[in-house]
């Protein structure tokens, strides 16, 4: 039922997912949706460009928070776990605003599988995240 919400010229519905409060678009769901974020992080990787984490989940349709983040940072590790042999990790486009390198979850698996054992930060981690993005971009410009 939509009504009308006093004083926003809007319905309340409509003024809930405005705000925040409520997801426009599937919430949890979106969040675990493996098929809808691949496509998302693949059309990224077409356009040769990484995602902060807030862009990925308002491309979900939802605000930034610390909750859906996690969560959708185990859709992120199901997607490079599911990969077909030969594909380059997704996961790795999806990067912190502050300094353009995945959060920590991601350094403590995918990371890993790529010999890196250094800091989450600073040139060394940079070089890395490029080099795999690269390959991404690479791999799907081609698809």
């Given amino acids: ?10 319905t309340l519905d409509q003024w809930l ?14 969040l675990a949706d493996v098929r809808r974020v691949r496509a ?15 862009e990925a989940l ?3 349709g939802l605000r930034f928070s610390r909750p859906r ?7 992120l590790d199901r997607i490079d776990e599911a990969a077909v042999a030969g594909e380059p990790g997704l996961a790795v486009l999806v990067v912190r605003e502050s300094d ?3 959060g920590q979850g991601w350094w403590t698996g995918a990371a890993d599988a790529h010999g890196c054992r250094g800091d989450w930060t600073g040139p ?9 993005q690269d390959e991404a971009f690479e791999y799907w410009a081609k698809r």
């Fill in 40 to 54: 998302m992080l693949i059309a990224a990787a077409r356009e040769r460009r990484a995602l902060s984490y807030s």
């Fill in 1 to 10: 039922m939509s009504r009308r919400s006093p004083g926003f010229g809007e």
């Fill in 124 to 132: 060394e981690a940079a070089r890395l995240v490029a080099r795999l």
């Fill in 100 to 102: 353009r390198l995945p």
């Fill in 58 to 60: 308002a491309g979900l």
């Fill in 69 to 75: 983040m996690r969560a959708f940072c185990r859709t």
């Fill in 17 to 30: 997912v405005a705000e925040g409060l409520v997801p426009a678009d599937g919430g949890a769901d979106a």
